[in-house]
C-alpha cells in the first residue's frame, strides 16, 4: 500500500517560485506514472506533469518550460518545481501514483492512478 503526502505550497507573487514535494510511504519505484495534478477553483482537475517509466517526462502546454518534474528514487520523493508562477496556475496540486500496471488510460488521465495525495494549495497574486 502506498501513501503520498504532498507540501511545499504556500502563497507567492506572480514571477515567484515554489517547489513541491510528494514523499511516498512504500514503494512507488514500480509506478508506471508518477504525476502532479492541479485543481482550481470551480474546475475540473488537469493533469499539469507526469513522469513515464521514471525515464520521461511530460509537461501539459500551459506549464511547459516553466515547470520541472523530478524523482529521487532514494528518497521515494516526488517533485515539482514551479518557476514563473502566474495567477491562473493557483489551485490545489495532488499527486498520484499508477502503480505498477502496464496497460491502461494515458499518463495523463486520472483514471490512470490508483493512489492520490491529500493535496497541498498554492496561491500566485498579481
Known amino acids: 500500500q502506498v501513501h503520498l503526502v504532498e507540501s511545499g505550497g504556500g502563497a507567492v507573487q506572480a514571477g515567484g517560485s515554489l517547489r513541491l514535494s510528494c514523499a511516498a510511504s512504500?514503494?512507488?519505484?514500480?509506478?508506471?506514472?508518477m504525476a502532479w495534478f492541479r485543481q482550481a477553483p470551480g474546475k475540473t482537475r488537469e493533469w499539469v506533469a507526469y513522469i513515464f517509466s521514471g525515464l520521461r517526462n511530460y509537461y501539459t502546454d500551459s506549464v511547459a518550460g516553466r515547470f520541472t518534474i523530478s524523482q529521487d528514487n532514494a528518497k521515494n520523493t516526488l517533485y515539482l518545481q514551479m518557476n514563473s508562477l502566474k495567477p491562473e496556475d493557483t489551485a490545489t496540486y495532488y499527486c498520484a501514483a499508477s502503480g505498477p500496471r502496464s496497460l491502461g488510460p494515458p499518463c495523463s488521465m486520472e483514471g490512470r492512478y490508483s493512489t492520490w495525495g491529500q493535496g497541498t494549495q498554492v496561491t500566485v497574486s498579481s
Open positions: 512504500g514503494d512507488t519505484g514500480g509506478s508506471v506514472c
